[in-house]
């Protein structure tokens, strides 16, 4: 019995194992794109969203630029931390990382728990049917 158990553990922590590298890798591949599409089209809503993580007790101050050697169209944008003191600090790379980081782990754990659950659940079914052999007498022929 004891053997079994076993096993069905070792099952599910190599399924859990297999499910996050692919979830992981799904993750990589499609949040750079969602990320880049959503931060362009509405880049003041998403760093107001990473605000607390990356200007924690103060104001983001979000201003959006031409400079002369930009193409038209093109533009350039800058991120500050205002502090109550009305001091300001560029948060702009911080931001980026965060609101990155967020994006990945919404296209990373949508595949990751549920997959993680049925990497889980799955041994268990496989393993069901598999009897142990009985018990045989000793000396028996």
Not at 29 to 54: H, N, Y
Not at 55 to 63: A, D, F, K, Q
Not at 103 to 121: D, E, M, R, S
């Amino acid at each position: 019995m004891k053997k079994r158990l076993t096993g069905i553990v070792i099952g599910q922590m190599i399924g859990i194992v297999i499910v996050c590298l692919i979830s992981g890798f799904i993750a990589l591949i499609s949040f750079g794109g969602i990320a880049g599409v959503t931060m362009a089209s509405r880049p003041e809503q998403i760093f107001q969203l990473v605000q607390p993580f990356s200007c924690p007790g103060g104001t983001v101050r979000y201003e959006e630029y031409t400079a002369s050697y930009n193409r038209p169209g093109e533009s350039n944008f800058y991120v500050e931390c205002v502090a109550s003191d009305g001091t300001s600090t560029d948060i702009t790379l911080p931001s980026i990382g965060y609101a990155l980081l967020g994006f990945y782990l919404a296209c990373f754990l949508p595949l990751c728990v549920p997959g993680g659950l049925v990497a889980i659940i799955i041994p268990l079914f496989f393993l069901r049917g598999i009897k142990p052999p009985a018990p045989t007498a000793i000396g028996s022929v």
